[in-house]
């Protein structure tokens, strides 16, 4: 499947509908599974505190994956990101609870690109804090 977003369609400034994610520990604990990524810090409470954590914490790659989620629903193609970049400036704290923990992402196009790609600039927050800096995707339109 293509991305149905034509370049010319698209400004700067264009705004990308925002989401949200919910984070639970049985969410980290199949992401584990998924990934191979077993360190405690992401399910086991007590060693991630004993490290100097305040909790349990999502997986960096996992909290990057869901918030490109907001550009390739928008592209409505997963393979229109040809580049995607972040850093990890806080950690997506997973309290053992009913509600865990939610990403709250938005994004928009930050330029134009040549080749019909546009550069789209993502803000990843959690509990009230930016998780994500630097957080980047280009996109191939039509």
């Known amino acids: 499947m ?3 977003i034509k370049y010319a369609d698209v400004e700067v400034g264009t705004e990308l ?5 919910p984070v639970t520990r049985a969410t980290l ?3 584990a599974g998924a990934s191979g990524d077993f360190n405690p810090i992401h ?3 007590k060693f991630a505190v004993e ?3 305040p909790d349990v914490i999502a997986h960096g790659m996992f909290t990057m994956a869901e918030a490109i989620r907001v550009v390739t629903d928008w592209a409505g193609d997963p393979a229109a990101v040809v580049e995607y970049g972040v850093r990890f400036t806080k ?3 997973v309290p053992n609870d009913d509600k865990g923990a939610e990403i709250e992402v938005s994004a928009k196009v930050a330029a134009k690109l040549d080749d019909n ?4 600039d993502l803000v990843a927050m959690s509990a009230g804090q930016k998780v994500l800096g630097m957080s980047r995707a280009v996109v191939q339109l039509v």
């Open 117 to 120: 790609r546009v550069r789209v």
């Open 91 to 93: 950690p997506v704290v």
């Open 29 to 31: 604990v199949q992401y």
């Open 17 to 21: 509908p925002a989401q949200s994610f």
């Open 43 to 45: 399910w086991n409470e």
């Open 51 to 53: 490290v100097g954590l």
């Open 2 to 4: 293509a991305t149905n």
